[in-house]
């Protein structure tokens, strides 16, 4: 009995060193993965070096709501009656990073609407969910440019990079009036995004603890981990016209932009170029990026407005 005794209190001395340090792991751990996690989803401010008068362009201030809240745009008005371009920029973008391209496609006669991405902009609105919620985002944006009565409401263009192309490729796969969208850095599943965005952060590449990270970001979003892995309905895209963009300066994302492009059946357009679309670029390049852009949208969306 006294052996017995003797043996149960050094367990329970052992227990009681080895418990406290187990704790401190634990909360350390998940710590590391909440501010992990929460790096992902709020990719900070990005100052507005720049703004729709900077180009002469005329513009109003609009919002509409979405199930994120409130968002802001700018609407810059085009020819009465021409179609209608959404820009969604990507991923730490802000809108007065595209305002080239917006000028671009208001001289070939468009209506354009420029917003942020959820966690993104010089105001962030929430957080990221790095592709996961943003197409609900750009279906209330299609919404509030349909309801605008110098809007083609039948023929309407998407143009998106990273989060904002694989909204914009879902939203066009449910809206059939979208007839044309550029797709630059595509991806299918949020997964693909989430893992890309780890190792550049992490600047290392490991499936157990991207596996980990993963589950602490659907807990973070409150989302099934199922949801993670949800494709794009490609089949629902074979009759639109649709360009693909990829940049030598985001070689993964690259690469997962052209599986899309080989799964789409009929095969739709791809251009490859030195920069895909990113805050900084130069002059020559920005002029490169928006002609091609601004080309594709002329010849299968027609900025030409109805007479009378």
Not at 210 to 229: D, G, I, V
Request: glycine content about 10%.
């Amino acid at each position: 009995m006294p052996k017995r005794t003797s043996l149960n209190k050094r367990a329970g001395k052992l227990l009681n060193k080895i418990l406290p340090a187990g704790i401190i792991l634990a909360v350390a751990i998940i710590a590391g993965f909440g501010f992990l996690v929460y790096g992902l989803t709020h990719p900070g401010a990005t100052p507005e070096t720049v703004n729709p008068t900077h180009f002469m362009l005329p513009s109003l201030d609009v919002s509409w709501s979405s199930s994120g809240g409130e968002i802001d745009g700018w609407l810059i008005p085009g020819l009465k009656g021409a179609p209608g371009i959404v820009l969604s920029p990507g991923y730490g973008m802000s809108r007065s990073d595209v305002l080239s391209l917006a000028a671009a496609l208001r001289e070939n006669g468009f209506n354009v609407l420029v917003y942020d991405q959820r966690g993104s902009g010089s105001s962030p609105r929430g957080s990221s969910s790095l592709g996961l919620r943003e197409p609900d985002d750009l279906l209330a944006a299609l919404d509030f440019l349909q309801s605008r009565p110098e809007v083609n409401r039948d023929r309407l263009g998407i143009w998106g990079v990273d989060v904002g192309a694989r909204a914009a490729l879902l939203a066009a796969a449910t809206r059939p009036e979208v007839r044309a969208v550029a797709a630059d850095s595509a991806f299918g599943s949020v997964v693909d995004f989430v893992n890309i965005r780890l190792r550049q952060k992490l600047h290392m590449s490991s499936a157990a603890f991207e596996f980990c990270s993963r589950q602490f970001l659907s807990l973070y979003l409150l989302a099934l981990p199922s949801s993670m892995h949800g494709g794009i309905p490609l089949e629902s895209l074979a009759d639109r016209s649709i360009l693909f963009i990829q940049g030598e300066n985001r070689k993964e994302l690259a690469g997962l932009t052209a599986s899309l492009y080989d799964q789409l059946r009929p095969q739709k357009e791809m251009i490859t170029l030195p920069v895909a679309r990113v805050r900084l670029m130069g002059a020559e390049e920005l002029k490169t990026y928006d002609r091609q852009v601004s080309n594709f949208f002329r010849l299968n969306l027609q900025g030409v407005p109805p007479s009378g």
